[in-house]
């Protein structure tokens, strides 16, 4: 069974910055892929960003790709998310997930385990 805690969330004006961390339990993180996900009040929980196990590929959803990134530290069992230049649409509950296999890293059909989701406000 793996446990992954989400932690970093909080209010921040328009234009700044959080970095949300995502602690995992488990001997084998280094060899999943890990994923950030995003739920906003009355829809769908949607792809931010992927990792793949080495920390070499990454791919981000279109309207953060240049602001956020994803980075993971295999020795503490852990994967990040740096959110630069947030903007009230950025406001959701953001989830980490460890993937479970498949070809498409932005399905949540593809995501095993998942954490509890910290919550990211941006005022503007």
């Known amino acids: 069974q793996v446990q992954l805690v989400e932690s970093g969330g909080g209010l921040v004006q328009a234009g700044g910055s959080l970095r949300l961390s995502c602690a995992a339990s488990?001997?084998?993180?280094?060899?999943?892929?890990m994923g950030w996900f995003r739920q906003a009040p009355g829809k769908e929980r949607e792809f931010v960003a992927h990792?793949?196990?080495?920390?070499?590929?990454?791919y981000y959803t279109d309207s953060v790709k240049g602001r956020f990134t994803i980075s993971r530290d295999n020795a503490k069992n852990t994967v990040y998310l740096q959110m630069n230049s947030l903007k009230p649409e950025d406001t959701a509950i953001y989830y980490c997930?460890?993937?479970?296999?498949?070809?498409?890293?932005?399905?949540?059909?593809?995501?095993?385990?998942w954490g509890q989701g910290t919550q990211v406000t941006v005022s503007s």
């Open positions: 990792i793949g196990w080495s920390g070499v590929i990454t």
């Open positions: 997930a460890q993937k479970s296999g498949g070809a498409s890293y932005a399905s949540v059909n593809e995501y095993l385990y």
């Open positions: 488990g001997r084998f993180f280094s060899t999943y892929a």
